[in-house]
């Protein structure tokens, strides 16, 4: 970590050093909040198949490392790896990627080379997960695939980098063409959370220097945060239900009526924050609420 406030005079502020054989990392990216970074490790180059289900985590994978502001320290945490084993004969290693735009989330979408494309939940920096992935299958081997030494041939290839933008995820593949996705609901991903999502639009994208996003103040953006604390029970049933109802009424009402419905509904949220399990997430929302009061 490097403070370069004075560019003339960078300082060094702390280091950290991976003691679990890692080769090296590659790449790295922020969450939005900039208090996690998120690291690639390419082993052997992007050309070793270290997504075998022997293969140890350390290596070929990501790791989370937050940063503390206030004694400038680096903490590393959890490790990730894709949880579907790849074979002997696909070159799979953590690989190039960036945010996709869901509030109140840290989600990276990147290439795994013949891993394919994953989509990785890193909002818990000790309990990173997968939330969406798509898989190809191994390269055919070139040659006479009815000989078993044929069909063992290893070829190099898969998802060089995967980088979402404005609502869809594009892949470069290295040996079989150029891939678009869109994400699509499950119990991991809400259909609102994708709504807001795609609310973030770029008219330019460089992953390397990394924008941080925004969001505009709207609904999809407080049901984000509301599916959330219905997922993982951050507040009782009985409250986000009312919330629920509370937002559908207020979303059918226009001008001067709306504002005074979402005002009100915002101070019952404070309150709710009170005890709830995610209060730091409620209170979120609440303040969404009222942004969203506030619009003309």
Known sequence: MVDISNPEKPVRLAAITDTNNFQGRHTAGFSNDARKTLWTDEWGGGTGPMCQAGSIMELGGNTIVTASPDNKKLTQHAYFKLPAAQTAQENCVSHNGGLIPVPGRDLYVQGWYQGGVDVMDFTDAD????????????????????????????????????????????????DRGFDIYELTPSDQLSANELAAAKLVTLKEYNPQSQPKLVWPAAFPVVRSYLDQLVRNDGLASDKTSVIAKSLDAAEKQKGAARAASLSKLARQVDADANGAKDSARVKTMAMEIRRLAALK
Do not use: C, M
């Not at 009815?146 to 593949?173: F, Q």
């Open 127 to 174: 309990h990173p997960f997968e939330i969406a992935y798509f898989d190809r299958g191994p390269i055919d081997a070139p040659g006479d695939t009815t000989n078993a030494s044929n069909r063992a041939r290893y070829t190099i290839g898969g998802s060089w980098g995967a980088y979402y933008w404005n609502g869809y995820v594009y892949s470069s593949e290295l």
